[in-house]
C-alpha cells in the first residue's frame, strides 16, 4: 500500500543486480553452460504540492531475470537430458523434414536454453485536505507480469519454441476514498474503486499454424492418430494452451 505524502520530501532509490560472475559456475565436476542475471530497481518520492493542503507520492519497481530451460540435449548443460532418442540430430532431420519434403515456411523453432522473466508496477496518489474534518485521496496503481511457458516439455518429449507461450498479466486499479468528520461522534468515508485485469497467452509465433506431434516410432511400429507410450514425441507449433487476452 502506498503511504500519503506529506510536507516534506521524501524519497528512496534501489538497485539489486546479479549476474553470472555472482554465481558459481560449477558444481563438483560438472560444468554449466545455463546463464543467470537479475535485475531489480525502482524508487518513491513524495511530497508537498500545496503545502498543508495537496500532497503526492509515486513508487516504481522493475524486476526481470531469466526463466532456466530444464531439459535439453546432451552437452547442453542443461540440468535435465532428453533420452537417448531425442538427439540434436534426430530433432535437426525433424525440422528439416518440415521444411524440404513438406515445403513448410514454419519455424518451428529450438529448444531455449532460458527465457525472460519481467515483472514490473507502479502507482501514484494524490491525498488533499479540502477542509477541516474533510480529506479525500485518489491512488492508481498498475501491475505487469510475464513469462515463457513451456507445457510439453519432459526427458521423453521435446518442445520446439513455437510451442512456448507468453503468458502476461495486466493488473489496473484505480480508488478514491472521502473521509468526512462531521461532528466529534460522527464521521463517513466513502470509498471506491474500479479494478480490470488482463491475462493474455499467446505463443511468439503466432497462431495461424498447427499443434504438430511428431512420434519417434518407426513405420512399422507407427500407429494412427496414436504415439504409443514406449516412444519419445517431438512438438512444435502453437498449442491449445494459448488463449487470447480476456
Given at each position: ?21 555472482l ?12 546463464r543467470?542475471?537479475r ?8 511530497g508537498p ?12 519497481e ?5 526463466d532456466?530451460?530444464?531439459?535439453g ?18 530433432i535437426?532431420?525433424v525440422?528439416?523434414?518440415l521444411?524440404?519434403?513438406y ?9 531455449l536454453?532460458s527465457?525472460?522473466?519481467?515483472d514490473k ?23 505487469k ?9 519432459s ?10 507461450y ?7 486499479a484505480a ?6 468528520n ?6 463517513t ?15 511468439p ?31 512444435f507449433?502453437?498449442?491449445?494452451s494459448?488463449t487470447?487476452?480476456?
Amino acid at each position: 500500500m502506498l503511504r500519503s505524502g506529506g510536507n516534506q520530501f521524501h524519497g528512496v532509490v534501489f538497485d539489486n543486480y546479479l549476474n553470472d560472475g555472482l554465481v558459481a559456475g560449477r558444481s563438483k565436476a560438472t560444468r554449466s553452460s545455463r546463464r543467470s542475471t537479475r535485475k531489480n530497481y525502482g524508487g518513491f518520492l513524495s511530497g508537498p504540492i500545496w503545502k498543508d493542503h495537496l500532497f503526492f507520492a509515486v513508487s516504481y519497481e522493475k524486476y526481470t531475470t531469466v526463466d532456466q530451460g530444464q531439459f535439453g540435449v546432451a552437452g547442453s548443460g542443461a540440468p535435465n537430458i532428453f533420452s537417448n532418442n531425442l538427439s540434436q540430430a534426430t530433432i535437426d532431420s525433424v525440422v528439416n523434414t518440415l521444411k524440404t519434403t513438406y515445403g513448410s515456411k514454419f519455424d518451428a523453432g529450438g529448444i531455449l536454453g532460458s527465457t525472460p522473466v519481467l515483472d514490473k508496477k507502479y502507482s501514484a496518489k494524490i491525498d488533499w485536505n479540502i477542509m477541516e474534518g474533510q480529506r479525500a485521496s485518489f491512488t492508481y496503481r498498475y501491475a505487469k507480469s510475464s513469462n515463457v511457458l513451456h507445457p510439453n516439455i519432459s526427458a521423453t518429449q521435446v518442445q520446439l519454441s513455437s510451442q512456448d507461450y507468453s503468458r502476461i498479466d495486466v493488473d489496473k486499479a484505480a480508488t478514491f476514498e472521502l473521509n468526512s468528520n462531521w461532528t466529534d461522534r460522527f464521521s463517513t468515508r466513502f470509498k471506491v474503486t474500479k479494478r480490470s485485469y488482463a491475462d493474455q497467452q499467446l505463443p511468439p509465433s503466432g497462431q495461424n499454424f498447427s499443434d504438430v506431434r511428431v512420434c519417434t516410432a518407426p513405420t512399422s511400429d507407427a500407429t494412427p492418430l496414436a504415439c504409443p507410450a514406449i516412444f519419445d514425441q517431438i512438438f512444435f507449433g502453437p498449442t491449445s494452451s494459448a488463449t487470447p487476452m480476456r
